[in-house]
């Protein structure tokens, strides 16, 4: 008897039911710009109208562990929210606005269901970011992958003015430093939190806690803020006073805020300025986890830090709230010298 | 005792070590567009200048099981150039040449001198393409693979000009099929050469077949061809005569040459035009596997399909063997009529 493919392990039948459901759930994403989507061997995207020196600005990023937290619940259509998320969050950093969206998604044997959950969640997050769902690959590999699970990776292009790049040097001491809220962990630090509270704590995903008001794996499912629309506006109604964009992802406030600031500064922040999410403080009793590896592993409540001229306070917070997001003052920029990249963050005393 | 990021497993110094390394191996990469490369949130890359409507064109992709070769053997610096060659294939098709690239690559526990060796298959793909590796990501996901396996996703994006986008649309009866050599397997179909090649036939990677002249691994891991440098220079050399381009991938050639042929035309091949390189048959006497599965799984020698203009063959053929490629006639368009998509593609008589 003869051997095929599908004996092999792999499903083209499915794979190809599976970019029909593709292409409904992008097309709801789709801008003027997209000249050709879903099912090409390429997507096409067109530059806005009027750009004098456009800079594309690019990014790539995945979900994490907290995909495992998705396998445990079986709970798929956040995810792809949390990979969008990542992506553009970073892109924007550089006062880019998100183009279009590519998606990788790979798994053992593809299960139509969820291959469509995490493509719906995808969907949504470009909605949320107003950027096109232009692409992706769908990937069947037999023996890569536990029976399942899969592994998600995002791509994301997004176009700035040559002379509007958000580089950082207009940064100076005296500057605001502008929190603006996460929703929770975002996607970074999942190892940690789910060896605390699994292991540690001996909680299961199901399990509800008092302090959380909702389950384990509902609180760390919440999906990644994404903060294209709020940045977009602020960039509109501030212009030049905004200095600089640091998106808080892995390594936390002193692994991320140093990275957008010129040398030779750093920001003082006030940590008693916002209330950490709840599910910080229980892992860290639970663990227990010190502080300074909290602060290392987690964005704290601080999903985004905008860093504007000090007379561009009021208009930079009038600007986030009036996007929906919640946005107080952190801190201000510093001089600190030559120190550590890590010492360039430090707090005042609680 | 505390618990720490690392404990959870995620080593965050091995992940800036591997950065590092990736910098040094990304520099030979670098085009005059890129402004800022591998370190920061986000890459930036300008547009080639005179451009006059530029539109982007992007696309994704993985390596597929090839992945369980390079395991297999612990060759892990050519799959990097498989995976831009997945990518960038893609995106000339259109017309386009690429710009940047970026990869994810995801693993259970980071190995530096594995990492660094497939980010070197990477830039090694990326110089073949000319394009510069713009940024990527690391994830170290404990849990998620098994030990010393890793997936890898890629994401290119090139440029074209509005009124140059190859659609297709040019094409007609009489033009001219050229194929063009592939390497091998290329990055498809992996999953049946494997259950073919251990599972009915025994054979492990190491074995040396006298019909391959090499080893089985050997055999199976080379590298996919770029085309990318080719099929600019024919585009250089015929302009509004190139009509069409097909990249060879999953699918094969019925699955694939229909995808860039307006409605109701096809082509006839003639499959005794061309040898196919005897990894090929060693498959279908060794499944045994059919000729029409053969056919829809494999690129059966011909990785990437040109059509031209009927006056334009001789400075088709010349131009892609100028660059180095193996290309000659394999077929010419017909008319079809309304059949099924797999049925455009028939073969003159043997």
Not at 2 to 25: F, H, M, N, Q, W
Not at 27 to 46: D, E, K, S, W
Request: net charge negative.
């Amino acid at each position: 008897m003869s051997v095929t493919y599908r004996d092999a392990g792999v499903d083209i039948d499915a794979g190809d039911a599976l970019v029909e459901r593709i292409k409904r759930l992008a097309a709801p994403t789709r801008t003027p710009h997209v000249l050709q989507g879903i099912g090409g061997f390429a997507g096409l995207c067109a530059l806005p109208e009027g750009m004098q020196d456009p800079v594309l600005v690019s990014g790539t990023d995945g979900v994490g562990t907290k995909l495992k937290v998705a396998f445990a619940t079986g709970v798929h259509d956040t995810v792809g929210i949390d990979l969008v998320a990542m992506c553009v969050n970073d892109v924007i950093t550089v006062g880019a606005r998100p183009l279009f969206f590519l998606d990788y998604f790979a798994t053992g044997k593809l299960e139509l269901d969820v291959g469509e959950a995490v493509v719906r969640g995808i969907a949504e997050g470009c909605q949320r970011a107003g950027c096109a769902l232009l692409g992706g690959e769908t990937a069947e590999l037999p023996g890569l992958y536990a029976a399942g699970e899969y592994d998600l990776a995002g791509f994301a292009v997004g176009v700035v003015e040559r002379g509007k790049i958000l580089d950082g040097k207009r940064v100076a001491p005296g500057d605001v430093v502008i929190g603006v809220a996460s929703s929770g962990l975002h996607s970074n630090g999942y190892s940690l939190a789910r060896r605390v509270l699994e292991r540690e704590m001996g909680l299961s995903m199901t399990d509800r806690l008092a302090d959380l008001g909702s389950t384990v794996g509902e609180a760390l499912l919440t999906p990644t803020r994404i903060y294209a629309r709020a940045v977009a506006d602020l960039l509109d109604a501030l212009g030049d006073a905004v200095h600089a964009l640091s998106h808080i992802t892995g390594g936390g406030l002193p692994g991320n805020i140093p990275r957008v600031l010129p040398d030779g500064l750093g920001v003082r922040l006030d940590a008693t300025s916002w209330e950490r999410p709840r599910i910080f403080q229980v892992i860290a009793a639970g663990g227990p986890v010190e502080e300074a590896e909290m602060r290392r592993t987690f964005n704290l409540g601080v999903g985004l830090v905008v860093i504007v001229a000090r007379d561009a306070e009021d208009r930079a917070l009038a600007a986030l709230r009036a996007a929906g997001e919640q946005a107080w003052v952190a801190g201000e920029v510093i001089a600190v010298g030559d120190v550590p990249f890590e010492d360039r963050v430090v707090y005042s005393a609680p």
